[in-house]
């Protein structure tokens, strides 16, 4: 079946970083666009970015543009999300997904704050 497992996060100071993985299983990982997105508490899930299956492409959201990259290992079936320069506002549930999947992992926690 398909799966999403997204790991690191955690606590972070303002202004510091982060570097998430999703590790996914259940379909053929390098042929697919792989996205990020968040879900702050009371508001809806937000789209952050993509990559596409060769690491060729990425967008972003405008609100993280400069801050965080992208980046995939299909060797390793895993996308990863690099947040640098994190602000309290980026705090939230950040999820991993195959656009046409309807299929979501846990997500992992991201919390920044003194």
């Known amino acids: 079946q398909v799966q999403f497992v997204e790991s690191g996060g955690g606590l972070v100071q303002p202004g510091g970083s982060l570097r998430l993985a999703c590790a996914a299983s259940?379909?053929?990982?390098?042929?697919?666009?792989m996205s990020w997105f968040r879900q702050a508490p009371g508001k809806e899930r937000e789209f952050v970015g993509y990559?596409?299956?060769?690491?060729?492409?990425?967008n972003y959201v405008d609100s993280v543009k400069g801050r965080f990259t992208i980046s995939r290992d299909n060797a390793k079936n895993t996308v990863y999300l690099q947040m640098n320069s994190l602000k309290p506002e980026d705090t939230a549930v950040y999820y991993c997904k195959v656009p046409s999947f309807s299929y979501w992992g846990q997500g992992t926690q991201v919390t920044v704050s003194s």
């Open positions: 990559i596409t299956g060769t690491g060729g492409s990425t």
């Open positions: 259940g379909f053929t990982f390098s042929s697919y666009t």
